[in-house]
Nanobody
Framework: QVQLVESGGGLVQPGGSLRLSCLASGFTFNYYTMNWYRQAPGKERELVAVITGVSGSTNYADSVKGRFTISRDNGKNTVYLQMNSLKPEDTAVYYC????????WGKGTLVTVSS
């Protein structure tokens, strides 16, 4: 019943932009902290961005600060990741994650940044 479905991944040139979306269902979305993680080939999964459910406060990995923006639309049960000024190093599978008393994960969406 619980689902997190990412979309918006694809191929983009360096310097370009993409917006990822994660549609949630099966839980009380408003109360959950929502995260975006990514995993590049040969690397560990890393936390990219966080937005809390109570205050809506955000945090970002240093590597994406100033370029990425996380936001949420509670009416649509959706969290977004706006990615600007993309670099080849941003290439990864991006995962949506929800946390409260349990952790839920999406299956990921691939972002490839190359010329």
């Amino acid at each position: 019943q619980v689902q997190l479905v990412e979309s918006g991944g694809g191929l983009v040139q360096p310097g370009g932009s993409l917006r990822l979306s994660c549609l949630a269902s099966g839980f009380t979305f408003n109360y959950y902290t929502m995260n975006w993680y990514r995993q590049a080939p040969g690397k560990e999964r890393e936390l990219v961005a966080v937005i809390t459910g109570v205050s809506g406060s955000t945090n970002y990995a240093d590597s994406v600060k100033g370029r990425f923006t996380i936001s949420r639309d509670n009416g649509k049960n959706t969290v977004y990741l706006q990615m600007n000024s993309l670099k080849p190093e941003d290439t990864a599978v991006y995962y949506c994650n929800a946390v409260r008393f349990a952790n839920y994960w999406g299956k990921g969406t691939l972002v490839t940044v190359s010329s």
